[in-house]
Every structure is written in structure tokens, then in C-alpha cells.
């Protein structure tokens, strides 16, 4: 399953995007949905997930600033990010897990599906 993503693109310091990112032709209402991020240089790393029953968790770096959301009925998951700056530059990846399991909820390999990735870039 390829995974479709739409968002993203170039703000400045303090501006917002948003992401979605949807699973045409599967179910998902059961699976962990995650964002992930790769900033150039640097190793993928964990963003934020959400279980199915819309519990959430969030990187550090990030809490307070991004918010995720599920619409099970869609298939789809958000990610909204406020407050952005010039180190969320990233290529990001939503991704579906594959047990749904939210106690691995941080572990990219735990993730089966993942989507084509979306370029965000924060100038200063």
C-alpha cells in the first residue's frame, strides 16, 4: 500500500502547515499511525503517533508545537504544525505500523506502509 501525503512546502519561522496523509483501499482504523522525519545528514527519527483510539504521543522536540489527528472514517491521519522552526526542516513520512501496537508506537520498523515522503522547509 502506498500511502498518499499532501501538505507541506516552504514557511517562514513561526508559520503553520499541515499534513494528511491517507491509506487509499485499506482499513486502518485499527493501526498505529505515525509521522516521521529526516532532516539532511541525519538519521530518520520519530515525530508523533496516534492509536486507534486516539491516543497520542510526541517527540520532545516537537510536543506543543504539532498536534496529529485521525479520521477513521477517511483513512486518514493529520498533522498539524504550528509555531515551525528552521530545525523542523525535514523530509516527512507518515507511516502505518504493522501489529498495531502503540507500546512500539516510536519504532520505524514497526511500521509496515509508509508514505513517499513531503519536503518541509523553514527559513529563519
Known amino acids: 500500500v502506498q500511502l498518499q501525503a499532501s501538505g507541506g512546502g516552504l514557511v517562514q519561522a513561526g508559520g503553520s502547515l499541515k499534513f494528511s496523509c491517507r491509506a487509499p483501499g485499506r482499513t486502518v482504523s485499527r493501526n498505529v499511525l505515525g509521522w516521521f522525519r529526516q532532516a539532511p545528514g541525519k538519521e530518520r527519527e520519530f515525530v508523533s503517533s496516534?492509536?486507534?483510539?486516539?491516543?497520542?504521543d510526541y517527540a520532545d522536540a516537537v510536543k506543543g508545537r504539532f498536534t496529529i489527528s485521525r479520521d477513521n472514517t477517511k483513512n486518514t491521519v493529520y498533522l498539524q504544525m504550528n509555531r515551525l522552526k528552521p530545525e523542523d526542516t525535514a523530509v516527512y513520512y507518515c507511516a502505518v505500523d504493522r501489529d498495531r501496537n502503540f507500546g512500539r508506537r516510536q519504532d520505524g520498523t514497526q511500521y509496515e506502509y509508509w508514505g513517499q515522503g513531503t519536503q518541509v522547509t523553514v527559513s529563519s
Open positions: 496516534i492509536g486507534w483510539s486516539g491516543i497520542t
